[in-house]
T-cell receptor, first 112, second 113 residues
Framework: ETGVTQSPTHLIKTRGQQVTLRCSSQ?????VSWYQQALGQGPQFIFQ???????GRGNFPPRFSGLQFPNYSSELNVNALELDDSALYLC???????????FGPGTRLTVL | ELKVEQNPLFLSMQEGKNYTIYCNYS?????LYWYRQDPGKSLESLFV?????AVKQEGRLMASLDTKARLSTLHITAAVHDLSATYFC?????????????FGKGTKLSVIP
């Protein structure tokens, strides 16, 4: 186990709804990165948070947003859900100076 | 833009055989990861390779890195059924105080008894 936890495990939403996914970082880690993994694909970088601010972003639209809290846990929010948002969402925590190596268990989001 | 290519994407092999998975990447990086993913599960870290010529081994898996060729290999020796999974390589890119992992599409390995 990596010490990174995510909730919920599974989630079903309908198109147009909004969703919030949560990630608790490993003790001592101050950076959280989020990835989206569509079925049959490799994970894609969404964004990274450090000191409660976005610290890098991949090629995802603004309806993907996030937060990081003082205890370094993080949320991923997705507005106006689309069918293509159905995926496994992974978070990884790390130190800002050391790329994340370990991932949480993931949240499986299904958009109907 | 960093691109990471893995091949093959699908690999079916018999138990006891050897095979190699290749990971090519397009720009300079000083860190490369290999992960294993079982169906419906998260990513399990296998190896992190930090420098040119790095070689790491764990059980029947051995990974190597050639930064000059921008190539990493994952070699499977005497495959067993338990190695059936999808294997990803991921390359670190950094800039402006942040970093990200860029993943290949994965190699789905099926080991047949």
């Amino acid at each position: 186990e990596t010490g990174v936890t995510q909730s919920p495990t599974h989630l079903i939403k309908t198109r147009g709804q909004q969703v919030t996914l949560r990630c608790s970082s490993q003790s001592g880690h101050n950076t959280v990165s989020w990835y989206q993994q569509a079925l049959g694909q490799g994970p894609q970088f969404i964004f990274q948070y450090y000191r409660e601010e976005e610290n890098g972003r991949g090629n995802f639209p603004p309806r993907f947003s996030g937060l990081q809290f003082p205890n370094y846990s993080s949320e991923l929010n997705v507005n106006a859900l689309e069918l293509d948002d159905s995926a496994l969402y992974l978070c990884a925590s790390s130190l800002v100076t050391l790329p994340a190596e370990f991932f949480g268990p993931g949240t499986r989001l299904t958009v109907l | 833009e960093l691109k990471v290519e893995q091949n093959p994407l699908f690999l079916s092999m018999q138990e006891g055989k050897n095979y190699t998975i290749y990971c090519n990447y397009s720009t300079t990086s000083d860190r490369l990861y290999w992960y294993r993913q079982d169906p419906g599960k998260s990513l399990e870290s296998l190896f992190v390779l930090l420098s040119n010529g790095a070689v790491k081994q764990e059980g029947r898996l051995m990974a190597s890195l050639d930064t000059k060729a921008r190539l990493s290999t994952l070699h499977i020796t005497a495959a067993v059924h338990d190695l059936s999974a999808t294997y990803f390589c991921a390359v670190v890119s950094s800039g402006a105080g942040s970093y990200q992992l860029t993943f290949g599409k994965g190699t789905k390995l099926s080991v047949i008894p």
